[in-house]
């Protein structure tokens, strides 16, 4: 949005189109609350945009333009209230009473259910209803209002929250989405894609209607590829992930196909609901369905996405499953539109992230992303797992062994501690294993797991890995201390996404220093 503005101040006026198509809502929200007259709100954001136009050029820097705008939005609100004005019928009013196949009744119903919204939200505090008008109605993301009406992101949510509950008390929900298609807990012709089976179930207590799909994958293990369904992709795929994490390949190869037989039929869907977290499991997941999604025709077909970093009252938030199923029921209904910016982001990411050049995905996240507000954090983090031209250790064998050294000696401990430090990463555990495992492995093992009798995988949960020891080897100790390489004298076989690092001297690192991705040979 920056560059329009820029553009725009330069006199360009498609640029300034686009300004008016995003910032239309929300002015009208802001001058509804001022003004009570929807005819009267719409009136002054149109002579808003009219000055901010004229007035452009004396706007010193492109961010400034949220809270600049809004302080004209209000201006000519306050102008219009010392105004005469005449009580008028909506143009949209005069052409439904126009149609004579329309029922009396229904437009009568309908009218009754929208007053009884606005009364409902004409209840909360004013600070609240711009909260609630904004991003429930309008679809604005918590970072664009926070710079449009000037208030941190953490007190938006705040409110939002305060607002639900309010309003579940006086309004069921159901009610606030017949009229506004957005607030609602869906029907039976909705499909809910998540991304585990706690979510699924908690969901299935009542707190949504329509089906459910659980999405079993784990992107950031092994070999990913731009199109997953071809044939020898699924293979070489399958293989890896039941010799690392010993997920059988005909279970995994079924289990694909049947989720991906479901997406085929969407369609019958009214809409499609995406769920899903901030970490780069879920962040994969949710850019490869965008992916998807992207190449298909969806017609009548409505995408919405749930997607959060954080929950009020949790400190360290890990991902959906913490969640009561009190606290998931005060998310039912919350979903944004996903619209063309949302696919588009989602295929580039996909695209990027099972590219052979990792620099691809870093050229991506130097660019403005924040239509998938998790995406950059997440995927840089992706990066950060490379081996590092420092001592060949990624970020995740860089905190094991420090943690070791700081006297965290348990596997389960390790896999805690790790995970909550890289909570970006969204690892899980048998992820983390099958890198405990590479790293004890010879020859110039990191690490020594006393008393291991064999590592869990996805059919044996091992319960006497929980009394294992894990120790530093004195080589671990050199590379931790950036003495030795660890690639450099073991070699790698390993996939980062679409990236096939193989031999003692891969192609890519990570500079840790510099938190980016170099080619070996062209910057060393």
Not at 264 to 272: G, L, N, P, V
């Amino acid at each position: 949005m920056l560059q329009y503005i820029e553009d725009a101040k330069q006199g360009d006026r498609q640029a300034f189109e686009t300004i008016v198509r995003h910032y239309t809502a929300m002015a009208n929200a802001v001058a509804y609350e001022k003004l009570h007259d929807f005819q009267l709100a719409e009136d002054a954001v149109q002579e808003a945009f009219t000055e901010a136009f004229l007035h452009l050029n004396k706007l010193r820097v492109g961010e400034a333009f949220p809270g600049w705008f809004k302080a004209i939005v209000i201006r000519q609100c306050y102008r219009i209230t010392r105004r005469k004005h005449h009580p008028m019928v909506p143009y949209e009013e005069a052409a439904q009473s126009a149609e004579a196949q329309v029922s009396v009744s229904d437009i009568i119903e309908k009218r009754e259910l929208q007053q009884t919204v606005h009364d409902s939200i004409a209840l909360l505090t004013p600070n609240m209803r711009i909260a609630v008008q904004l991003f429930y109605i309008q679809g604005y993301s918590l970072q664009e209002i926070s710079s449009f009406v000037g208030t941190s992101v953490p007190i938006l949510k705040k409110r939002l929250f305060d607002a639900r509950r309010k309003l579940k008390g006086a309004l069921p929900v159901a009610d606030l989405v017949s009229v506004y298609n957005h607030l609602y807990v869906g029907g039976k012709g909705v499909l809910h894609i998540v991304n585990g089976d706690s979510v699924a179930e908690k969901l299935r207590q009542g707190i949504v209607q329509g089906e459910i799909l659980v999405w079993r994958e784990v992107y950031p293990q092994g070999p990913v590829f731009l199109d997953s369904a071809a044939l020898d992709n699924r293979s070489r795929r399958s293989q890896y992930l039941e010799q690392t994490m010993g997920i059988p390949r005909s279970e995994f190869v079924q289990g694909s196909e049947a989720q991906e037989k479901v997406l085929a039929d969407f369609h019958k869907y009214e809409e499609i609901v995406l769920w899903f977290e901030h970490d780069l499991f879920d962040q994969t997941m949710l850019c490869h369905l965008l992916h998807w999604f992207s190449g298909q025709s969806l017609q009548k077909t409505k995408l919405s996405l749930l997607c959060i970093g954080q929950y009020p009252g949790i400190e360290l938030f890990r991902g959906l499953g913490q969640l009561s199923r009190e606290q998931m029921e005060t998310l039912s209904g919350t979903w944004k539109s996903i619209g063309a910016e949302e696919l588009d982001l989602g295929r580039t990411f996909w695209q990027a992230y099972t590219s052979q050049n990792p620099q691809q995905l870093q050229q991506l996240l130097i660019q403005d992303t924040s239509v998938l507000p998790f995406a950059q954090e997440a995927f840089q983090f992706h990066l950060s797992r490379f081996p590092s031209i420092q001592n060949g250790l990624g970020i995740v064998e860089q905190t094991t062994l420090a943690m070791i050294k700081d006297g965290i000696n348990g596997p389960y401990e390790l896999f805690q501690h790790v995970g909550n430090k890289l909570n970006a990463l969204g690892m899980g555990d048998l992820q983390y294993w099958h890198i405990l495992k590479e790293m004890s492995r010879d020859p110039y093992p990191l690490i020594q797991i006393g008393g291991l009798q064999t590592i869990p995988s996805y059919l044996d949960s091992s319960l006497s890995f929980r009394d294992c020891i894990v120790t530093l080897t004195e080589f671990g100790k050199r590379v931790l201390d950036g003495k030795e390489d660890w690639i450099a004298n073991k070699g790698i076989d390993e996939w980062y996404g679409g990236v096939h690092l193989q031999g003692y001297f891969p192609r890519w690192r990570w500079n840790t220093i510099e938190q980016k991705i170099i080619e070996i040979g062209a910057e060393t």
